[in-house]
């Protein structure tokens, strides 16, 4: 038996429960791996609350990180004992899970299980929207928003990394440090009486940036796309304030010809070579040293609840990992 995590219907992180279930078995082209870590993101709570539609019950959560414990049928580039990771493989809370081998990633031996666990999805992320849904170029300046979260800290380091600069908001004093710390040119907190695009225009010298990096969604859409330049780029990622709403496409026009995408990582590591070269970076970046995953929070698997409520009520920094 396989110790789980389900969402056991639509709902807030009280409808998840820890047990047991049955061990899944891999099918051709697939491997069953031991658990170590995994990674907790807004994807899960999406499917947890039903903001996107799932089956019920199910088990949560798609990245991690162990090792091979059994190959399925065809598998030959794979072994039992391999060290990996994934971005993508639903049911990942829990001490063993299937995952298709064209997910895998291998996970160098100096790596923790925990930064293992906390690079897959974030950083692939966070790569793909620094050289692809809007290529940084050496001097453009970037607005990333929620700059102390897990994707938020590790954007900053790829942007600075390009030759980029960086402007970051964030909630707190203690956030705002950690912006800094990952490279952030400007820091200012948002909230409640705060005007992003002003304070945007006086750090910008009225010129606007050249992208918005927006991952928290309806409450900062409006102010993001303010911020923004003739011309340039407004991505947006996520939703962590709430999905936003319908609007006038022509507000695009009105911005000054604004370039909107709605990316997920989906479409950006549809082969393993393509996987395959975007993890190199980040693999690199770590090998190197200018790239540092911060694991914020780690929680055991049987408080997986506790963690979506620390996620959604923004306590976190970094990234939250759960130890199985």
């Not at 991690?64 to 065809?74: K, L, P, S």
Request: proline fraction near 4%; hydrophobic fraction near 40%.
């Amino acid at each position: 038996m396989t110790q789980a995590v389900r969402a056991m219907q639509a709902g807030g992180p009280e409808v998840l429960e820890f047990g047991e279930i049955e061990t899944p078995k891999p099918g051709p082209g697939e491997v069953l791996v031991n658990v170590e870590a995994t990674g907790v993101n807004f994807i899960d709570t999406y499917r947890r609350s039903g903001v996107y539609p799932m089956d019920y019950p199910h088990v949560v959560g798609v990245e991690g990180t162990g090792r091979i414990a059994e190959v399925g049928e065809g598998v030959e580039s794979w072994q039992v004992g391999d060290r990996v990771a994934w971005h993508e493989a639903p049911g990942s809370y829990a001490t063993q899970v299937v995952v298709n081998t064209d997910n895998l990633l291998r996970v160098p031996e100096g790596i923790s299980a925990e930064v293992a666990a906390a690079m897959p999805l974030q950083g692939l992320t966070a790569q793909y929207l620094a050289t692809s849904s809007h290529e940084i170029k050496p001097g453009q300046t970037a607005l990333v928003h929620a700059g102390a979260g897990g994707v938020g800290l590790l954007l900053t380091q790829i942007i600075k990394h390009l030759g980029g600069n960086v402007i970051s908001t964030v909630s707190t004093d203690e956030k705002a440090e950690l912006a800094r710390k990952a490279g952030a040119d400007d820091v200012f907190l948002y909230g409640e009486g705060v005007d992003i695009t002003a304070n945007v225009e006086e750090l910008t010298d009225g010129e606007g940036v050249d992208v918005a990096y927006d991952g928290v969604g309806k409450d900062t859409f409006d102010a993001s796309l303010a911020s923004i330049k003739p011309l340039g780029s407004m991505v947006l990622f996520g939703g962590a304030s709430g999905q936003v709403p319908p609007f006038d496409i022509q507000r695009l026009n009105s911005s000054g010809g604004i370039f909107l995408s709605r990316p997920s990582l989906a479409w950006f590591v549809r082969s393993s070579e393509e996987l395959a070269k975007r993890s190199a970076m980040l693999f690199n970046g770590i090998e190197l040293g200018w790239l540092n995953f911060r694991v914020g929070a780690t929680f055991a698997l049987a408080d997986a609840a506790e963690a979506h409520r620390a996620l959604e009520g923004r306590e976190t920094t970094g990234k939250v990992v759960l130890t199985a």
